[in-house]
């Protein structure tokens, strides 16, 4: 079975500094990462993806991912927070066995909470 | 455009109607999906299409009923819900469940639902 998971039920960073969500998974098989942000009563925006290559991902907003296979982690990143960029981030992971359709399997959410 | 819009944006309704919640996406995805999200946890699958044929269904109770008339819309009828069905109803699309997981799913904003 596959799992996400997010450590953090919220991560507190002041406007300008730089700021880290994590997210660690389970899966079998080559896994496909991604990263989503809701904002309040609204749908999940598609930020980021990681399918194979390059470990580090770029991404909308300026928001990057770093995956690491042998800690099994795919943090989201950004060099300079902004207020705007609090939300609620979602880690998603889909396992890339063939053989049928795989669910994605969402982490349980990282609020981020940005200060002026 | 990674538009999907769903209608209506709100909803209250009594244990003993029956309404309906509307999705369509114009990107030529043949996957489209439905979430149930209840307030700071992750979305949960409920229903998966698949060209126009359900795919999926996570033991979710008959009172939901999906349907797809073409690869462009999704529907949800709803009858008989029970208060603790409210919650954001989402419906998301992708390009095709069979092209090795590496799908990004695209959200639409939501559906608000109140059963009273």
């Known amino acids: 079975a596959q799992s996400v998971a997010q450590p953090e039920d919220q991560v507190n960073v002041a406007e300008g500094n730089p700021l880290t969500v994590k997210c660690t998974y389970s899966v079998s098989g080559n896994p496909y990462l991604f990263w989503y942000v809701q904002y309040p009563n609204r749908g999940l925006q598609f930020l980021l993806k990681?399918?194979?290559?390059?470990?580090l991902v770029k991404g909308s907003y300026g928001f990057e991912a770093e995956f690491n296979k042998s800690q099994t982690s795919f943090h989201l990143k950004k060099p300079s927070a902004l207020v705007s960029d609090s939300a609620l981030y979602f880690c998603?992971?889909?396992?890339?066995?063939?053989?049928?359709?795989?669910?994605?399997?969402f982490g349980t959410g990282t609020k981020l909470q940005v200060i002026p | 455009d990674t538009e999907v819009t769903q209608t209506p944006k709100h909803l209250v309704m009594g244990m003993t109607n029956k309404k309906s919640l509307k999705c369509e996406q114009h990107?030529?995805?043949?996957?489209m999906y439905w979430y149930k999200q209840k307030a700071k946890k992750p979305p949960e699958l409920m229903f998966v299409y698949s060209y126009e044929k359900l795919s999926i269904n996570e033991s979710v109770p008959s009172r939901f009923s999906p349907e797809c008339p073409n690869s462009s819309l999704l529907n949800l009828h709803l009858h008989a819900l029970q208060p603790e069905d409210s919650a954001l109803y989402l419906c998301?699309?992708?390009?095709?469940?069979?092209?090795?997981?590496?799908?990004?799913?695209?959200f639409g904003p939501g559906t608000r639902l109140t059963v009273l």
């Open positions: 990681y399918i194979t290559g390059d470990n």
């Open positions: 998603a992971v889909r396992g890339g066995n063939s053989g049928g359709y795989q669910k994605v399997t």
């Open positions: 990107m030529g995805h043949r996957a």
């Open positions: 998301a699309s992708s390009q095709d469940r069979l092209a090795g997981g590496t799908d990004t799913q695209y």
